[in-house]
């Protein structure tokens, strides 16, 4: 069976100067004979440099983080709005640094949610467990309580994806068995089921953790695999396009 088209996003985390844009160049310019989607997020200082050395290319751009309100007194955090009128299109919410180093809750996640689906973004909602919670056989429990607690009502027929990432295999060279991570995105795909019914079908379930070229044509095979959010090798150009491949299957390698 074909898979819908996949989504490749890069996550530059706190990376990136204004150098590194020509990195995203590169990128859109190897994506020929490409089927995945592909899109690079960056600190928020990029976003309308990245978007404007980006126009006219098929690579969209996206943020990290916003916060809920759209405006007011809130030092140093960035809207959606903000975020939008940047040129980003997409933004990942409920990334496993944020909800550790921030306290960021799963209510306050899908208030992000929210947020970005007003100011027209396509949210990327990461999810995932502990190794310690994966040890005392946790995973499929915690991640699929994350998906029901981060997901929004509103998110019904809107364009959006979850993003699967062990807290345990990001920036650690360590990935889940391809079996663990089908169990994994196969019990999400169950909970967006039941929150949404058949349009709980749509969205694709991302992958991510440690995806490298040599490990992305397995996962991406996966089944119940949409994508991949990649970090540390979305920064090279060559790396990236060597994961994005993998995920075209019909395009070049
Ligand atoms: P990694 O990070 O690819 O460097 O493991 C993934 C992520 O945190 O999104």
Redesign the pocket.
């Known amino acids: 069976m074909t898979k819908p088209q996949p989504l490749i996003a890069g996550?530059w985390k706190m990376n990136g100067l204004a150098a590194s844009l020509s990195e995203a160049k590169a990128v859109a310019a190897g994506l020929t004979e490409i089927t995945a989607r592909v899109a690079i997020c960056p600190s928020a200082t990029l976003i309308a440099q990245m978007a404007l050395a980006l126009k006219g290319t098929s690579v969209a751009v996206g943020g990290q983080d916003c916060r809920a309100e759209a405006s007011g007194a809130f030092t140093g955090d960035v809207a959606a709005e903000q975020l939008a009128d940047a040129g980003a299109s997409l933004v990942i919410l409920g990334?496993s640094?944020r909800r550790a180093g921030y306290g960021e809750t799963d209510a306050l996640v899908a208030a992000k949610v929210e947020a970005a689906l007003r100011a027209g973004l396509e949210p990327i909602v990461c999810v995932g467990e502990t190794l310690e919670q994966r040890e005392a056989g946790e995973a499929l429990a915690v991640v699929a309580a994350q998906v029901r607690g981060s997901l929004p009502a509103g998110l019904s027929g809107r364009a959006y994806s979850v993003a699967y990432?062990p807290v345990w295999?990001?920036?650690t060279g360590l990935t889940p068995t391809t079996p663990e991570i089908e169990d994994v995105h196969r019990a999400i795909r169950a909970v967006l089921v039941d929150m949404f019914g058949e349009a709980g079908r749509a969205p694709p379930i991302l992958y991510?953790?440690?995806?490298k070229p040599s490990n992305a044509v397995e996962i991406l095979a996966a089944d119940e695999v949409g994508g991949a959010?990649?970090?540390?090798?979305s920064l090279k150009a060559e790396d990236f396009l060597g994961i994005i491949r993998a995920g075209s299957p019909n395009g070049s390698r």
Request: proline content about 0%.
């Open positions: 996550n990334h640094e990432e295999a990001i920036g991510g953790g440690s995806v959010l990649v970090g540390g090798a």
